[in-house]
Structures are given as structure tokens and as C-alpha cells.
């Protein structure tokens, strides 16, 4: 008998595991997307990063995840952002081990400042790198450090990169392929004294031979303007107003040549395919429903470039301030702001990152009120209300045309819900003392053409894969339920369907509100996702076959509602909370049901009663 061969098993390497710390706005995310590849989100202003990112890099020594942390000023956990990147480095997160090793990454041009996060990072005995960013701004500006005099001081390694530019990086990944182990005996400040830390920070700085760049004669300049008390109010106006004004030109023919491409494929997979379940499944419903939704991305892709542009130029950090002085006399902090902004793309990201604000009454106010703000799915909504009944004219020649001016009404309706809630819940259950308002403003920077393309190309695939998932399963959902049950072998009339039935309903509730039945089923199918509502209209009609008729989904939509419930209808939309999503993200943040169930309940009200107001008002003005 042969004797049984030893198989020796070699167990799998350990992944190595890298922190990205560092100050808001030093670039983390934009390295972290250099290193790993993926597109997270970046922009010149505090508070990007909310959570911990991991995205994983090859590289000689094997896989390396990186976790990109939110960026802090001290450790002191006064806020969420701080105590998750505190709980991280030491060990302390739930489904995260420690890092193995700390990128620690500061702004070059204010290395003096910045300094002063190195002493608790090197306290932790981690393996450490200081990355010094935005070198190409340091030079241009006449400033310049020596990096291996600071490197001598802190005991770590130090390196002078670029990661806008991609610059200096293969340092920082022969760093990550083979950690270095760190020096035990380091010259650190006590880390609990804050003047001491900064005393530190300057001297350190000047020890390693920093000289600080000039400043740039375009930033003082710029915010001479936009931080005017009169004039930046009035520039952010104007600012808002270009950008709707040119959604309204530039999207309209865009999404004329969508409707008619869809519209166009759906009669060709009509006439290829023979008469059948599965023809009338897709002919009926999901092609008016799916590509009814997939014809507002260029709205969506128009909005997000021009949100980008005033992200990465550094206006928005300065918006934040202008929004300080209204905001506060609402309760609410200029810090607010951030978060409140994101909600422009969406409220979940938003609420997350309400983790920056360090009082919890004026984080949880935050939270209830950031659903108010107009996100991206309710965009769809509002341009085909507005497209089918506000006919196209000039308010202020080119500049400003009715369509332009109805969508900025509707943001800065929701808008003024916001603040209105904000001033009832600070009034009231959230009462707390006013806090003081500080934030670093970054300079002006041009926006970098690649991270623009990658936003834009990532918040189409998101529009693209909601429609896919979602929308796709909604509209499926939705043609069974309008076409069964069978009657004699054959579909139910619509009205007659199960469909129907849930929408005939539901009808008396919303019949005040100026709504029939369908708009009923749509606002049901529409608390998956808002956008949902023009999918399930687009199979309803569909189905009855008139959104194939001249002049599609807004036509059928003219020929069933009137004006005043079509006032009404973005009217509810703008405050209620259509999303189940958004829903569960609060729980999440709060803890507990309690404040998504009252929230839920406010938002609905709120929407209710204003869309019946609204179609009152209307109505009269039309009689």
C-alpha cells in the first residue's frame, strides 16, 4: 500500500488593512479614488466623507483594502465623523479590525495648521505616512517644505504628492507594499492640550523649513463678492437660476430625443415580436414604464454637473456661510448647510452626513428636515408636470423662461418647508442654545474635468440601475396587477383590475386633492422610490394605450387631470415623504422607529394639506 502523501495547505495571506485620516478638504477621497480606483464622491468642501469607505488596491505585496475615513480636526469625538475615525484607529469598530497601517494626509499649503492632527495619529504606535497634498498649489504659490527635515522631526516618512494630478504616488504605495515598522521614542506634544498641539504644529513646520505660499489674489477677490452680506445672496439666486434655466434649454431636446427613441424601439419589439403574454408584458409595460423614467436622465446628468462645478470651484463652502445668516434665526447652524446640500442629490447621504454636527438636538432637527429638500427623484417628477401643462415662455428674455422659474418655485418651496419645520421642532422638542458656526474656507480651485466625467458617469449608472431594479420590478408588478384578474380567459378592463381596484380605493381620500385613481396607485408605487410614479402612469397609460398617442405621457396626463391637480400633485410631492429608503436610513441614524413614524406622519400631513390648498387655489384662478 502506497503511503498517503501530505498535502501542506498554505493559508491565504492577510489582507492588509490602510487608514486614510486626515482634515476636511486635504484631499482624502481624491487619493482614495487614485489608490483604489473607484469614484467616490469628491468635493472642495468640508464633510464629503461621512462614513468609512473601503475599496480595495493590487499591488506587489498582494490585495490592500483602504478605508477612507471621515475627516476630522482633533480627537476629541465631539461628533459622530470624529468618534467613527477615533473607533477605527483604535480598533474599535464593529466588522473592522485596525488598520495595519495610517496614511495621514495634510493640505501642504497650510501644513502649519494641519500639523497639529499628526501628534494623536503618531501617539496610536501605528505605521504612518504624512502625505502632503497639493503640492502643485504649494509650488505654484511660491511655498515650499522640506519633506525629509520633517520627516527627520516627526520619525515617520514623508511624502510631497499631487493626488488631483496623480502626482508622487509611487512612494505611497511602495509604502503600503511594504510597511515599515514605526520608531518607538517620538517628540509629541501632550495630546490633550490643544494651544500646546498647535505651538507644535507651527514650530514643526518651521523646523521642517515650511514656508507658506502667497496667497491667491483671486480668492480674496471672489469672496469679496460672494460673501457680501447683500450681494452674496443675491449672486447664489442668480447662480441657482442659470442652472435652472439651462436644465430647462439644454435637457428639452435631449429628452425629446429620448421619448422618441424609446417610443421608436418599443413599436419595432412590437412588430418583430408575435402577439403574446410576454409581447404585451413588454410593449405595455415595461418599456412606457422603464423608459418613461429613463427619458429624464439628462435632466438629472445636467443638474449633477453643474452641483459638481460649484462643489469642486469651492462655492459651496462659501454658500454655507451665506446660508448661516437665514439659517440661523431657524435654529439651524451654517453647518447645516452641508448636509442639507447633499439632500439636493439625496436625502440618504444627506442624513449620514448630519454626523458632522456636534450637538444632537441640532443633528436630529437636521435629520427630520432634510427629506424637505428637493432631491434628485423628485426632478423627473416635477419636469413632466411642468412640461405637460407650463407652456415655454420668457420671464426675463433668455435669461429666465416659466418653466425655469416653476422648477426654482419648487426647490425653494422645499426649501422653506425645511426651515419652517426647523423653526417649529427648535422651537419646541429640539430646543438647544445657539452654537458658533467655523469652517475652513478652502481657495478657489478649478474643477478637474476626470472627476466631473466620473460623478456624471456614476450618477447615470444609479439612475440607470434604479430604473433597471426597482422601476423594472415595480412596472412588472404593476402590469399583473392592472391586467389580472382574468375574465372569460381573458385581461380585466384596467379599471375592473386589481390595480384599479386599489386605486378606485383610494380615490375618495385624494379625490379633494384634484387626483384621480392612477395618480392613487402611483403615489402607493411611488413610496419605493419617487420617481416610481412616472413608470407606474407611463404603464397605466400603457396599458389603456394612450401614452403611445401624440404628445406621450404628458399629453395623456393633460387629458386626465386638471391644472390645478397637476399643481397639486408636485405640490404633495415636494413635501411628502415618498421613500421607504430614506426611511429605514433614519431609523438607522436615530436608533429607534419613534422618529421616522413621526416624520413620516408630518411630511404626508404637510403634503396633504398643502396640495389641498393648492388645488383650491388653482382652480378658482382657472374659473
Known amino acids: 500500500m502506497t503511503a498517503p502523501q501530505l498535502i501542506q495547505i498554505t493559508p491565504a495571506p492577510k489582507v492588509k488593512l490602510i487608514a486614510l485620516v486626515g482634515p476636511p478638504n486635504c484631499g482624502k477621497s481624491t487619493l482614495f479614488n487614485r489608490l483604489t480606483g473607484l469614484r467616490q464622491k469628491v468635493g472642495n468642501y468640508p464633510g464629503v466623507t461621512v462614513e468609512q469607505k473601503l475599496g480595495r488596491m493590487q499591488i506587489p505585496g498582494g490585495a490592500t483594502e483602504i478605508v477612507d475615513l471621515p475627516g476630522v480636526t ?19 469598530m464593529r466588522g473592522l479590525r485596525q488598520p495595519d497601517a495610517v496614511l495621514l494626509v495634510l493640505d501642504a499649503t497650510a501644513i502649519d495648521r494641519h500639523l497639529s ?38 520619525g515617520v516618512p514623508v511624502q510631497l504628492i499631487s493626488a488631483k494630478l496623480g502626482q508622487g504616488l509611487d512612494r505611497v504605495r511602495a509604502f503600503i507594499a511594504e510597511i515599515p515598522k514605526p520608531e518607538q521614542d517620538l517628540d ?29 489674489i483671486w480668492t480674496p477677490r471672489l469672496d469679496r463678492i460672494a460673501l457680501h452680506p447683500y450681494i452674496g445672496p443675491l449672486l447664489f439666486i442668480v447662480i441657482l437660476t442659470a442652472v435652472f434655466q439651462s436644465i430647462s434649454v439644454l435637457a428639452t431636446p435631449l429628452q425629446d430625443f429620448c421619448e422618441t427613441a424609446i417610443h421608436a424601439s418599443g413599436t419595432w419589439i412590437a412588430s418583430v415580436l408575435p402577439p403574446s403574454v410576454f409581447r404585451s408584458l413588454l410593449t405595455e409595460g415595461v418599456w412606457p414604464g ?40 431657524f435654529g439651524l ?11 439636493y442629490a439625496c436625502a440618504i447621504p444627506a442624513i449620514m452626513a448630519t454626523r458632522t454636527i456636534e450637538d444632537k438636538r441640532d443633528r436630529l432637527a437636521t435629520i427630520l428636515i432634510a427629506p424637505f429638500m428637493t432631491c434628485s427623484a423628485r426632478l423627473p417628477v416635477y419636469t413632466m408636470i411642468i412640461a405637460a401643462f407650463i407652456p415655454e415662455r420668457p420671464i426675463l428674455g433668455p ?44 481657495p478657489y480651485r478649478w474643477p478637474l474635468f476626470r472627476g466631473l466625467l466620473f460623478r456624471l458617469v456614476d450618477r447615470g449608472k444609479a439612475f440607470v440601475y434604479r430604473a433597471g431594479t426597482i422601476i423594472l420590478v415595480v412596472t412588472v408588478v404593476l402590469w399583473l396587477l392592472a391586467n389580472f384578474p382574468l375574465h372569460n380567459g381573458q385581461f380585466s378592463p384596467i379599471e375592473s383590475s386589481y390595480a384599479g381596484m386599489l386605486g378606485k380605493t383610494i380615490e375618495p381620500f ?16 411611488s413610496l419605493a422610490a419617487r420617481e416610481v410614479i412616472i413608470g407606474t402612469l407611463g404603464t397605466l397609460y400603457g396599458i389603456e394605450g394612450t401614452a403611445g398617442q401624440p404628445g406621450g405621457l404628458a399629453a395623456a396626463l393633460q387629458r386626465d387631470i386638471t391644472p390645478g391637480g397637476a399643481a397639486a400633485l408636485v405640490v404633495f410631492f415636494a413635501f411628502a415623504m415618498q421613500c421607504f429608503s430614506t426611511l429605514a436610513v433614519v431609523r438607522r441614524e436615530t436608533g429607534s422607529w419613534k422618529w421616522p413614524a413621526i416624520q413620516f406622519a408630518y411630511m404626508t400631513f404637510v403634503a396633504y394639506v398643502s396640495a389641498w390648498g393648492t388645488f383650491a387655489l388653482v382652480t378658482a384662478i382657472y374659473h
Open 188 to 216: 509629541l506634544p501632550g495630546l490633550h492640550d490643544v494651544p500646546l498641539r498647535r505651538r507644535w504644529a507651527s514650530n514643526t513646520a518651521t523646523i521642517a523649513g515650511f514656508r507658506r505660499p502667497v496667497k491667491s
Open 333 to 343: 447652524q451654517g453647518k447645516a448647510f452641508i448636509p442639507l446640500l447633499s439632500a
Open 117 to 154: 492632527l499628526a501628534a494623536p495619529v503618531l501617539a496610536l504606535g501605528l505605521p504612518t505616512m504624512v502625505v502632503l497634498n497639493f503640492v502643485d498649489e504649494l509650488e505654484a504659490r511660491g511655498g515650499a517644505i522640506d519633506p525629509a527635515g520633517l520627516s527627520a522631526k516627526l
Open 510 to 525: 385624494i379625490r379633494p386633492l384634484g387626483f384621480n385613481w392612477k395618480i392613487g396607485v402611483g403615489l402607493v408605487t
Open 399 to 442: 435669461l429666465l423662461g416659466t418653466r425655469a422659474a416653476a422648477m426654482l418655485g419648487l426647490y425653494l418651496l422645499g426649501f422653506v418647508g425645511a426651515l419652517g419645520t426647523a423653526f417649529l421642532l427648535k422651537s419646541t422638542v429640539l430646543r438647544s442654545k445657539p452654537t458658533t458656526f467655523m469652517m475652513e474656507m478652502p
Open 74 to 92: 482633533s480627537f476629541a469625538g465631539r461628533s459622530d465623523d470624529e468618534r467613527v475615525t477615533v473607533d477605527v484607529l483604535n480598533g474599535k
Open 290 to 329: 422603464v423608459g418613461s423614467v429613463l427619458s429624464f436622465l439628462p435632466q438629472i446628468l445636467i443638474l449633477f454637473l453643474f452641483i459638481g462645478i460649484l462643489e469642486d470651484s469651492g462655492y459651496m463652502t462659501r454658500a454655507a456661510v451665506i446660508a448661516d445668516r437665514t439659517m440661523s434665526r
